[in-house]
């Protein structure tokens, strides 16, 4: 993201959910407010990421959405634990903060992914 009221939304994000959890109605605030911001920006994964965020907030009271991982590695089980809750959540608005990055947009598209499921 460019705007610099949306970086600071952003950091707010991950500061309150790093201090206090996952306040439903704060978190899908500022997520509303942040998704304006990529909508004007043209980032439609980006917006739709944010849309498909606050709306699993709202549905669950949390957020269940585990960080996208690779392909496991040889030795490892493909049963590892899941990171989920507020490291998750995050690592998404880390993502989104530095979305212009080929990477970062496709991990996106995985978030995307799994919260149609």
């Known amino acids: 993201m460019k705007n610099k009221q949306a970086l ?20 899908v605030k500022k997520l509303k407010e942040l998704r304006v911001f990529a909508v004007e920006e043209k980032r439609p994964v980006v917006a739709k990421s944010l849309r498909l965020a606050y709306e699993h907030i709202e549905e669950n009271d949390g957020f269940i959405i585990p960080i996208p991982t690779d392909e496991p590695l040889e030795g490892e089980h493909e049963d590892t634990q899941l990171i989920t809750g507020v490291e998750s959540l995050i690592y998404l608005m880390n993502l989104v903060k530095k979305s212009s990055n080929s990477i970062n947009l496709q991990e996106i598209r995985e978030y995307n992914r799994y919260f149609e499921i």
């Open 8 to 27: 600071k939304i952003i950091s707010e994000i991950i500061e309150n959910v790093s201090e206090n959890g996952i306040d439903s109605e704060t978190v």
